[in-house]
T-cell receptor
Framework: DAKTTQPNSMESNEEEPVHLPCNHS???????IHWYRQLPSQGPEYVIH???SNVNNRMASLAIAEDRKSSTLILHRATLRDAAVYYC?????????????FGKGTSLLVTP | GAVVSQHPSRVICKSGTSVKIECRSL??????MFWYRQFPKKSLMLMAT?????????EQGVEKDKFLINHASLTLSTLTVTSAHPEDSSFYIC??????????FGPGTRLTVL
């Protein structure tokens, strides 16, 4: 599995954009980059994923470096409900039963 | 997105008893489900991969005779913690794949063994 490096924690003010970085320099060419988040005392929640191109959905945007060795999850306007641990996970697309390998993630604190 | 439920959401039991946790995919069929365990302030650790109609595959260090997994249908997997002890107290989370890339997670079950 590709190794990932994320900041242990980040802090943001409410309604400001947040850029959560992830380094995955050993990622293989077929690994997608998935982002999940986990709110306190809940199961993880899918946020977004991509392969090479930048991706947008209603929750966030994902900016992927051209060399794919890093990516950034962008929350355009942080809310208090976005306070969670965010996990960046390289994941090989496959029909077989691959589980997600969770690292330590980044704990995001959002202050009013 | 797809919904995965877990029951119960929390359970407190005495040491030596067995506890069953259910994981259901409510609006899709899941040929593969996963069971994770999370200790306080730690990340999720995969315990086992559960495939419908076959034996589960356990991660190294996870006792298959202690953590019994049954995946009898495409929408239900169960985890039974047998002869639970205080060190088994943890947050147990299941997930399911719908055949696409995304995994959907249950809300978790908080197990406390006294």
């Amino acid at each position: 599995d590709a190794k990932t490096t994320q900041p242990n924690s980040m802090e943001s003010n409410e309604e400001e954009p947040v850029h959560l970085p992830c380094n995955h320099s050993t990622i293989s060419g077929t690994d997608y980059i998935h982002w999940y988040r986990q709110l306190p005392s809940q199961g993880p929640e899918y946020v977004i994923h991509g392969l090479t191109s930048n991706v947008n959905n209603r929750m966030a945007s994902l900016a992927i470096a051209e060399d794919r060795k890093s990516s950034t999850l962008i929350l355009h306007r942080a809310t208090l409900r976005d306070a969670a641990v965010y996990y960046c996970i390289p994941f090989k697309r496959s029909n077989s039963g691959y589980a997600l390998n969770f690292g330590k993630g980044t704990s995001l604190l959002v202050t009013p | 997105g797809a919904v995965v439920s877990q029951h119960p959401s929390r359970v407190i039991c005495k040491s030596g008893t067995s506890v069953k946790i259910e994981c259901r995919s409510l609006d899709f069929q899941a040929t593969t489900m996963f069971w994770y365990r999370q200790f306080p302030k730690k990340s999720l650790m995969l315990m086992a991969t559960s495939n419908e109609g076959s034996k589960a595959t356990y991660e190294q260090g996870v006792e298959k005779d202690k953590f019994l997994i049954n995946h009898a249908s495409l929408t239900l997997s169960t985890l039974t913690v047998t002869s639970a002890h205080p060190e088994d107290s943890s947050f147990y989370i299941c997930s399911a794949r719908s055949g696409q890339d995304t995994q959907y997670f249950g809300p978790g079950t908080r197990l406390t063994v006294l």
